[in-house]
């Protein structure tokens, strides 16, 4: 059965830390020679709330530092100047305290990848060649955040929309079933190795930019990304089977969503659970099953 560990506390970085013990043997498994790509939330180059905290990286770090020896990734797409999110969410002081490289995938090399639009007609957006490669190890360091297209955003919709340079990403939006297909092609491409939800302050209401602020005080962490997602929205009180990317994935056969056959380890499940209040479109958003 696999595993997906839940830690609560007060400590970003050290709940990050902890979650990633918990499933030591199945990362370690899985990284073996790779390079280790840490790929970020910057839906926002500029409002914190919203993209990835610098503790919630060196979280990751400090675990990594314990056995990977070689220099780590830390990459993104951001919406806007990825080198500006660096420099305003402080990530250039991660290149004195690890090994680390900062990379700005919008400038990137890059592969053509056909989705569809709303017409279910083919188009391309251009996907980062680095997050496309099977040899690095690609950790999704995602936060808690209600969404204004797709109910939610988690580790899987994270590593699959940042994946997609800048100006191709309003592309994958094509209504709300086709934008959900889309993701969940994207995802396919660009799967996860390992998911790193930091929950210590979610996104609540009209995420993923301009929600509000909820304290929840954990860290979820697995190598199965939807299984990481599933239990991310049991803690956020969100009906997984209304969120159409990741019923895709499920369809997919991408990873497990059945809470039955996830072993969570760490804190109890009902001990973690703040239900979020969802954006003010959910109800139209909910149509991707029409």
Known sequence: MLRVSIIKGKSRRENIVKSLEQISDDIRRGVGDRQVVIKPNFVSTSIQLASSHIDQIRGILDFFKEFYKKRVIVAEAACGDTMDAFKNFGYHRLINEYDVELMDLNQGSYEPVSIRDSMRKPIHVRVSRLLLDEDNYLISAAKLKTHDTSVVTLSIKNMAMGSVLLFDKEKVHQGFKQTNLNIAKLAQLVWPDLSVIDGLVG??????????????????????????????????????????????CSERGLGEMDLQRIDIVGEALRECVKPFRLHSTVKEQYRWRD
């Not at 930019?209 to 860290?219: C, K, L």
């Open 203 to 248: 996104m609540e209401g009209d995420g993923p930019t301009f929600g509000d602020p909820i304290h929840v005080g954990v860290a979820i962490s697995s190598v199965d990304p939807l299984a990481a997602d599933r239990v991310a929205c049991e803690v956020m009180g969100i009906d997984i089977w209304k969120v159409g990317y990741l019923y895709y």
